[in-house]
C-alpha cells in the first residue's frame, strides 16, 4: 500500500488555502510584513497567483518564469523501486 503526502499552505498573494507538493511549489521571499524582499523567507504562492504573476510578466516583457511539473500535486512517498508489491 502507498501513501502520499502534501503541503496544504495559504497562498502568501491571497491568502487562499491550498494544496502542493512542498518541493516543488513555487515561492517568493517576503519580509515579516508580507512585503517582497530577496531576503526574506520562502512563502508559498498558489496556482491562481502564479498564473497571474506569469500573465504580469509576459505582458510587461519579463523574462519568463516556469513552474516545476507537479508543484500542485500531491506525492508518493515510495518511488517504484522501493515498493515491495505489498
Same mark, same amino acid.
Given at each position: 500500500?502507498?501513501?502520499?503526502?502534501?503541503?496544504?499552505?495559504?497562498?502568501?498573494?491571497?491568502?487562499?488555502?491550498? /494544496?502542493?507538493?512542498?518541493? =516543488? +511549489?513555487?515561492?517568493? *521571499?517576503? @519580509?515579516?510584513?508580507?512585503?517582497?524582499?530577496?531576503?526574506?523567507?520562502?512563502?508559498?504562492?498558489?496556482? /491562481?497567483?502564479?498564473?497571474? =504573476? +506569469?500573465?504580469?510578466? *509576459?505582458? @510587461?516583457?519579463?523574462?519568463?518564469?516556469?513552474?516545476?511539473?507537479?508543484?500542485?500535486?500531491?506525492?508518493?512517498?515510495?518511488?517504484?523501486?522501493?515498493?515491495?508489491?505489498?
Amino acid at each position: 500500500m502507498s501513501s502520499v503526502y502534501m503541503l496544504l499552505a495559504a497562498c502568501v498573494s491571497c491568502g487562499q488555502l491550498f /494544496t502542493s507538493n512542498p518541493d =516543488r +511549489v513555487p515561492s517568493i *521571499r517576503v @519580509n515579516a510584513q508580507r512585503q517582497p524582499d530577496p531576503t526574506g523567507r520562502r512563502e508559498p504562492v498558489c496556482r /491562481t497567483c502564479w498564473d497571474r =504573476r +506569469v500573465a504580469h510578466r *509576459r505582458a @510587461n516583457g519579463l523574462p519568463e518564469e516556469y513552474l516545476m511539473p507537479g508543484a500542485y500535486a500531491p506525492v508518493s512517498d515510495l518511488s517504484e523501486e522501493e515498493h515491495d508489491g505489498d
